[in-house]
């Protein structure tokens, strides 16, 4: 009797094992629509996926973007890395990569404090739609339209724009140690503002992201 309850046990256990190994290699994990993009256009060494995985949920829920470019600010990486990326979906390609930075209570190198309130002179997290353009005291420009309330709805009453600053060019950086810092604008390189605000500029989706605050329990659109 002890030997056929042995035997019988030994048969259960194989059997079971072999159900399971043949129910694993018959139901692989599948690669979500952001992960097929993001290594499709062979983003792995320039744009971090948590990042543009978030941007893509965000980009298929707005549904107001009349061209399909989407920006992304990387304000986890430091001022002195390139953190600003702007790609074409509809050609799934990456237009550019330059340096951008962050508002002056941010924090120095690195932001990691972040407001939507007028006068706190830091940067605001969250999606954009980029709106029209203008001539400045900062000189050519591109206003932004918050798109998270509490978050960063007050985009176009403090003057959050996109625009070229001396102090955002790299060749600081050997000096500061840093970028130098805007008064809460994402303002790029002088040399390639223009060309990138007229890219994404009348209804594209801008995403800046950092992991530092609490933005993820609070945005609707991630």
């Not at 996926?49 to 893509?56: G, S």
């Not at 990691?112 to 420009?141: H, V």
């Amino acid at each position: 009797m002890q030997k056929l309850i042995l035997i019988l046990l030994f048969s259960f256990t194989v059997s079971t094992c072999f159900n399971a190994t043949a129910h694993d290699a018959i139901s692989p994990k599948f690669p979500s629509e952001s992960e097929l993009l993001y290594n499709k256009m062979k983003l792995n060494d320039t744009v971090d996926y948590e990042l543009f995985r978030l941007a893509f949920n965000g980009y298929k829920k707005v549904k107001d973007k009349r061209k399909s470019i989407l920006t992304l600010v990387d304000f986890n990486k430091p001022s002195t890395e390139k953190r600003f990326y702007v790609i074409d979906m509809e050609q799934e390609r990456l237009l550019y990569t330059t340096h951008v930075a962050h508002g002056k209570n941010s924090g120095g190198d690195v932001a990691t404090q972040f407001s939507n309130r007028s006068g706190s002179f830091q940067s605001s997290l969250g999606f954009y739609l980029t709106s029209n353009t203008y001539q400045g005291r900062n000189g050519y420009s591109l206003r932004l339209q918050g798109l998270e309330a509490g978050i960063n709805d007050h985009a176009m009453s403090r003057a959050i724009v996109i625009h070229g600053a001396p102090y955002a060019n790299p060749s600081v950086i050997p000096s500061l140690g840093r970028l130098g810092r805007s008064l809460g604008c994402p303002a790029l390189p002088q040399e390639v503002s223009k060309e990138v605000i007229d890219t994404i500029k009348e209804g594209t989706l801008l995403f800046i992201y950092s992991k530092t605050a609490d933005y993820t329990h609070k945005s609707e659109l991630i």
